[in-house]
């Protein structure tokens, strides 16, 4: 079973900055994107960022020239440093892989982390 654990997040003053980290255990053959969400209270899921195995990368407008996600293909750990942090941008922040396949020829469309917190406040 592919299992996501973030980690990273907490409180920060507006123009801070945070990283969060996304590591992706179990019998991994190969992920396909990655990517972080975020939800903030009584607002959708939003997607924030995403990184496909190639590298390509792709940004809410909210966040661009702000935002930076990376991964370590050899660790299927994803990372996403966070500068001038806005109260704005507190919300829960979400890990997902998509399109996972495992050593043993399993295949999961989606998974998702549990979630860590990222709260922007003076």
């Known amino acids: 079973q592919v299992q996501l654990v973030e980690s990273g997040g907490g409180l920060v003053q507006p123009g801070g900055s945070l990283r969060l980290s996304c590591a992706a255990s179990?019998?991994?053959?190969?992920?396909?994107?990655m990517a972080w969400y975020r939800q903030a209270p009584g607002k959708q899921r939003e997607l924030v960022a995403t990184v496909t195995s190639r590298g390509r990368t792709n940004y809410a407008d909210s966040v661009k020239g702000r935002f930076t996600i990376s991964q370590v293909n050899a660790k299927n750990t994803v990372y996403l440093q966070m500068n001038s942090l806005k109260p704005e941008d507190t919300a829960g922040y979400y890990c997902?892989?998509?399109?996972?396949?495992?050593?043993?020829?399993?295949?999961?469309?989606?998974?998702w982390g549990q979630g860590t917190q990222v709260t922007v406040s003076a």
């Open positions: 179990g019998s991994i053959f190969s992920i396909n994107v």
């Open positions: 997902n892989a998509e399109r996972v396949t495992t050593t043993r020829g399993e295949y999961e469309h989606a998974v």
